[in-house]
């Protein structure tokens, strides 16, 4: 199985392009219905500022939701971006037994790490009737600590374009195929390139 963001959904551009240009309004209007050329020029120089300097705030305003498909060692690095939430995920606590391992791994595990888990889950099916609870315990402990990293999990996940201007700064040149990938799919949504400019593939 390989890394792969599905059933993609963008909210909020058009608000939040007007919204852009609140700073110099002295009222608000409800009367505006579709963005105009000088807003998303606004939107567009606004949105090239450095990160941290405030001036791409409206960029919180543009959601979006996905579902995400990555190895566990792509999500321990995911996590450490707060505006990235988890919605729900699959959950190896509810359904490890039920998982093909082998085809939830990325291609790159070693076939003795499969080997081994494969035989622990399949010795744990086989024997998990007969165990006491502290035995049933231990045994799950030793599937669950013995998952490789290369496993892939599902989650739904959402977002705003400004979290995800930070993800592709940081990781548009990563080591990682995985994040390479995440930053070509954030290449692909509405007016992301537009917004970021200079930043794409520098």
Same mark, same amino acid.
């Given at each position: 199985?390989?890394?792969?963001?599905? +059933? @993609?959904?963008?909210?909020?551009?058009?608000?939040?392009?007007?919204?852009?240009?609140?700073?110099?309004?002295?009222?608000?209007?409800?009367?505006?219905? /579709?963005?105009?050329?000088?807003?998303?020029?606004?939107?567009?120089?606004?949105?090239?500022?450095?990160?941290? +300097?405030?001036?791409?705030?409206?960029?919180?305003?543009?959601?979006?939701?996905?579902?995400?498909?990555?190895?566990?060692?792509?999500? /321990?690095?995911?996590?450490?971006?707060?505006? *990235?939430? #988890?919605?729900?995920?699959?959950?190896?606590? +509810?359904?490890?037994?039920?998982?093909? @391992?082998?085809?939830?791994?990325?291609?790159?595990?070693?076939?003795?790490?499969?080997?081994?888990?494969? #035989?622990?889950?399949?010795? #744990?099916?086989? +024997?998990?009737?007969?165990?006491?609870?502290?035995? *049933?315990?231990?045994?799950?402990?030793?599937?669950?600590?013995?998952?490789?990293?290369?496993?892939?999990?599902?989650?739904?996940?959402?977002?705003?374009?400004?979290?995800? /201007?930070?993800?592709?700064?940081?990781?548009?040149?990563?080591?990682?195929?995985?994040?390479?990938? #995440?930053?070509?799919?954030?290449?692909?949504?509405?007016?992301?390139?537009?917004?970021?400019?200079?930043?794409?593939? /520098?």
């Amino acid at each position: 199985m390989e890394f792969q963001i599905k +059933h @993609v959904e963008v909210y909020g551009l058009n608000k939040a392009f007007i919204a852009s240009g609140n700073p110099m309004r002295t009222e608000l209007s409800n009367n505006i219905q /579709k963005y105009e050329s000088v807003d998303f020029s606004r939107a567009k120089a606004l949105a090239g500022s450095p990160s941290g +300097h405030g001036h791409d705030n409206f960029l919180q305003g543009i959601l979006v939701q996905m579902d995400i498909y990555a190895p566990l060692y792509w999500w /321990k690095q995911a996590q450490r971006y707060h505006w *990235f939430d #988890f919605i729900s995920s699959q959950s190896t606590m +509810h359904r490890l037994l039920q998982f093909n @391992v082998r085809e939830n791994c990325v291609p790159e595990v070693d076939e003795i790490v499969l080997s081994r888990i494969e #035989f622990l889950i399949n010795d #744990f099916k086989e +024997h998990s009737n007969k165990y006491s609870k502290r035995e *049933f315990e231990e045994k799950w402990r030793v599937l669950i600590a013995s998952l490789p990293s290369g496993f892939i999990l599902g989650a739904t996940m959402t977002t705003n374009y400004r979290q995800l /201007k930070t993800m592709y700064i940081q990781r548009k040149n990563h080591k990682m195929k995985e994040w390479r990938d #995440f930053c070509t799919w954030c290449e692909e949504l509405p007016y992301f390139t537009d917004l970021l400019g200079k930043e794409i593939k /520098k």
